[in-house]
């Protein structure tokens, strides 16, 4: 695995040099523009709209565009005394609680492997740090960006998660929520039967991308020189009329799914899911109003 960044998390007095590396990739199946008739590759040419000329990568700059078109010309001498940290450092700014990160707010993930002389200051604050049951906030500039992250331990490393900043998350305005709903207590016990009877361990692994492993099959076959037979599309879902309907069938869909789970968490389950159905029934016509999210003006 090859290294991105060379730097060091600065802790206290205390300095660990450290290596970065990519944590995750996503294994596409990549192609390249090419021309159909005989599988040249497709170049793409930069082209000025103004002079209507080629323009050679010397003369490219970046522009800002302001709201009535014009374009503010930056060179890179523009940038250079910007407050962007060159100090290769990992800073670390406090210590929190997992659990007040907002996975929204997630954005990169990278291993930070220690050089050698930094591994026994790597142990003793990755040892330290688990038995604490929190995570430590870092700034860090990566890529001409400076970022807040998150450093957590994964399998005995400590992996550096970047994080959006706060304005970058979009707020949240759907017509929805200022609608009247009302649900009926059979329907809310119905599904939360049906919660229940779908709990598991989750185990990543049990999963595939059936999409990349068709799409190869079909790349494969065109190497192969095979016939590729078009199955069609699938048929389209739509919105289910009969609510009540849908969740007693999907609960019993989810049972006879259930094999994998304990005996114990079967009965529960089960017993929960016939309880809500019968009670469901005998009070057909009780409502339970939707709380309403408090707002609040700007």
Known sequence: MRSIWRGSVAF???TIPVKLHVATEQRNVTFHTVHREDGGRVKFRRFCTVCEEEVPYVDVAKGYELPAGEMVVLDDDDFE???LSTSRRIEVLQFSPADQIDPI?????YYLEPDPVGVRPYVLLRDALERSGRVAIVKVALRQRESLA????RDGVFVLETMLWPDEVRPVDFAF???GVDLRSQELRMTESLIETMVADFDPEQYRDAYREALQEVIEAKIAGKEIIHTGAPAEERPTADLMAALRASVEAAKKQAGSRTPARERASAGHGEKAGRDGEAVEQEKVPRKRKARHPA
Request: net charge negative.
């Open 12 to 14: 206290g007095l205390v």
């Open 81 to 83: 005394g910007l407050p």
């Open 105 to 109: 707010l997630l954005n990169r993930s």
């Open 150 to 153: 998150v450093l957590r331990i």
């Open 177 to 179: 929520e200022e609608e």
